[in-house]
C-alpha cells in the first residue's frame, strides 16, 4: 500500500507564503514525476508545478516566479514553497506522483489540503 500526506496548508493572507510538503510512504520500488495540483471551488483541477526524478520542473504560468517545487528523494518527500500569494491561489492543493512499484507504474494522490488566501 503506498500513501501520500500533505501538510502546511492553512489560511495566509495576500502577499504572504506558506510551504506544502508531500510525504510518500509504502512499498515504493522508486518514484518518478511528482507534481502539485490544485481545485478551486466550481473550477477543474489544474497543475501547479510538477517536477521529475532528475529535477527538471515545470510551472503554470499563473505561478511563475512565485512558487517552487523541489523534492528530497531520499525522503520521498514533495514540497512546494508559495510566496506572493494572490487571493485566486486559493484552492485544495493535491499531491500526485507516479510510484513504480513490483506491480508496474501507478498514479497516487494525496488527500489534499485547503490553502486559503485572505485580501
Known amino acids: 500500500q503506498v500513501q501520500l500526506v500533505e501538510s502546511g496548508g492553512g489560511l495566509v493572507q495576500a502577499g504572504g507564503s506558506l510551504r506544502l510538503s508531500c510525504a510518500a510512504s509504502g512499498s515504493i520500488f522508486s518514484i518518478n514525476t511528482m507534481g502539485w495540483y490544485r481545485q478551486a471551488p466550481g473550477k477543474q483541477r489544474e497543475l501547479v508545478a510538477d517536477?521529475?526524478?532528475?529535477?527538471?520542473?515545470n510551472y503554470a504560468d499563473s505561478v511563475k516566479g512565485r512558487f517552487t517545487i523541489s523534492r528530497d528523494n531520499a525522503t520521498n518527500t514533495l514540497y512546494l514553497q508559495m510566496n506572493s500569494f494572490e487571493p485566486e491561489d486559493t484552492a485544495v492543493y493535491y499531491c500526485k506522483a507516479l510510484i513504480i512499484r513490483f506491480g508496474g507504474p501507478h498514479v497516487y494522490w494525496g488527500q489534499g489540503t485547503q490553502v486559503t488566501v485572505s485580501s
Open positions: 517536477i521529475t526524478s532528475g529535477g527538471s520542473t
